[in-house]
């Protein structure tokens, strides 16, 4: 099997929009709690806590989105080198766990979205029922 050196190459701009997604979900959730947090000192309503507690599970599923989006990048990268160095079977392996890391990357990233859209279906639930 061969495997060029521009093949793992081709992850970058895929890899790296899909981390800047990852950033800037992370900073809206991130606005999001501090929000919350502000209501909940004044209010102390236990559906806020619910709310920052759901929120806080899917800041942590974006560490690992993000986690393991750099590591395909890192493994990405690493795999070119094993490649220019002709070290041609290591750098096949590499990219393969570098591809598995991204697919774990995206395969949270749709748990995370699952999540989201589970809590805003409660939202419009609730909006339903009062009209």
């Given at each position: ?34 929000s ?16 920052i ?13 993000q ?12 795999a ?52």
């Amino acid at each position: 099997m061969n495997l060029s050196i521009e093949t793992p190459a081709l992850l970058f701009s895929a890899t790296s929009l899909i981390l800047l997604a990852y950033t800037n979900r992370f900073l809206t959730i991130a606005q999001i709690v501090r929000s919350l947090k502000k209501n909940y000192d004044q209010d102390h309503n236990k559906s806020i806590l619910i709310e920052i507690k759901n929120l806080n599970k899917r800041i942590t599923l974006i560490r690992y989105m993000q986690l393991f989006g750099v590591l395909c990048l890192f493994l990405s990268v690493f795999a070119m080198f094993l490649l220019f160095l002709n070290y041609e079977t290591i750098g096949i392996y590499v990219f393969g766990v570098s591809l598995l890391s991204l697919l774990i990357s995206l395969g949270i990233s749709f748990w995370e979205v699952s999540i989201s859209v589970n809590a805003l279906r409660v939202h419009l639930k609730d909006l339903m029922e009062e009209n």
